[in-house]
C-alpha cells in the first residue's frame, strides 16, 4: 500500500487529496501537513470527513516524510521548495501541482529531481493531459493560416495569471508550430494594437465566482474555428490525476516527469 503525505491538508485541493486518499484502498494516509499557524494543527485529518484516521495535521516536516513514499503539494510555490528540499534529503517521491513558478524556482525543481523522482505539472487533470496532446497534433495541422488564442477562467482567489495550464497548452503549441513562446506570446490586448501579427499566441484571462476552471484553446482560420475546451466542474479531477502520478512514481527512482508521462501520452506528442 501506498504511503502517501499530503500538503497543505486544510485547502480546497487538500480537502479533494484527503478524500480521494480514503477512497483509493491502494492508497493509505500517512500524515498530513499544514502552516504551523493553522487551526488545523494537532487535530485528526479525518475531522472534516467525520472520520477517525489517527493521523494528526503536523507542520514538522522531516517527521511527516520518515517512513512515506511519496508526497502530494498543491500550495504555493515558496512552500512546494520547501517540501522538495524535504523531500530530496529523505528520498522521498514528489507530486507538484503548484503552479505560478519562477524560471529559477524551476531549475530547482529539475536539480532535486536528480536525486527523486517528482511529477510536475500545471494541472493534473486526466482530461487536460489529453487537450494538450489534442493542442499539438491540432497545431500540426492547422499550421498556416490560423491565430492561435488562450482563453482560461477560474475563482476569485486564484493569485496567478495566466494560469499555468494555459501557459502550458501554449508552449504544446508553441512547441507544435516551431516558435518560443516566450517570444510570441501576448497577454493581453488594449487601445489600438494594430492588426494581429500571425506569429504570435494571445492568452485572455478571466477570474470570477467559484469557477474550478476552464481552458479554450482557439484555432481562428479564415472561414471557420477550431475550439478545443477543457471545463473543470469539481477539483476530484484535479486530485485523482495527482494520486495517479503518486502511483507512476513509485515506479521510477529520478527525474522529472509530467501527466503526459503518466498516463503514456509522451511518444504520441
Do not use: W
Not at 495535521?57 to 512552500?79: C, K, Q, W
Not at 493534473?124 to 496532446?133: A, E, F, K
Not at 497534433?137 to 494560469?163: F, M, N, T
Request: include cysteine; proline fraction near 2%; glycine fraction near 10%.
Amino acid at each position: 500500500m501506498l504511503k502517501v503525505v499530503i500538503a497543505g491538508s486544510s485547502g480546497r485541493m487538500g480537502h479533494a487529496l484527503l478524500e480521494s486518499v480514503f477512497a483509493d484502498p491502494a492508497l493509505t494516509l500517512h500524515a498530513a501537513l499544514d502552516r504551523a499557524d493553522s487551526q488545523q494543527i494537532g487535530r485528526d485529518a479525518g475531522d472534516q470527513f467525520g472520520r477517525r484516521t489517527g493521523v494528526l495535521v503536523t507542520h514538522d516536516i522531516a517527521a511527516a516524510l520518515e517512513g512515506a513514499d511519496v508526497l502530494v503539494d498543491f500550495t504555493r510555490p515558496e512552500a512546494s521548495l520547501q517540501y522538495l528540499e524535504a523531500c530530496r534529503a529523505a528520498g522521498v517521491g514528489m507530486v507538484i501541482g503548484t503552479t505560478g513558478f519562477t524560471a529559477e524556482q524551476k531549475q530547482a525543481i529539475h536539480a532535486a529531481a536528480r536525486a527523486i523522482p517528482v511529477v510536475f505539472a500545471p494541472n493534473m487533470s486526466v482530461g487536460v493531459t489529453l487537450l494538450i496532446s489534442l493542442v499539438q497534433s491540432a497545431a500540426r495541422v492547422l499550421a498556416d493560416g490560423y491565430d492561435v488564442e488562450i482563453i482560461e477562467a477560474h475563482h476569485r482567489h486564484k493569485v496567478d495569471a495566466p494560469s499555468g495550464t494555459a501557459l502550458r497548452l501554449g508552449e504544446a503549441a508553441a512547441s507544435a508550430l516551431g516558435r518560443d513562446l516566450a517570444s510570441c506570446a501576448v497577454y493581453g490586448r488594449e487601445g489600438v494594437t494594430g492588426e494581429r501579427d500571425a506569429n504570435t499566441i494571445g492568452f485572455a484571462t478571466v477570474r470570477g465566482g467559484d469557477v474550478v476552471g476552464d481552458h479554450t484553446v482557439l484555432f481562428a482560420g479564415v472561414g471557420e474555428r477550431v475550439e478545443l475546451t477543457h471545463k473543470a466542474s469539481s477539483r476530484a479531477t484535479f486530485a485523482l490525476g495527482a494520486l495517479r502520478a503518486a502511483k507512476f512514481l513509485a515506479q521510477h527512482q529520478s527525474g522529472v516527469y509530467d501527466m503526459q508521462d503518466v498516463l503514456g501520452l509522451r511518444a504520441a506528442a
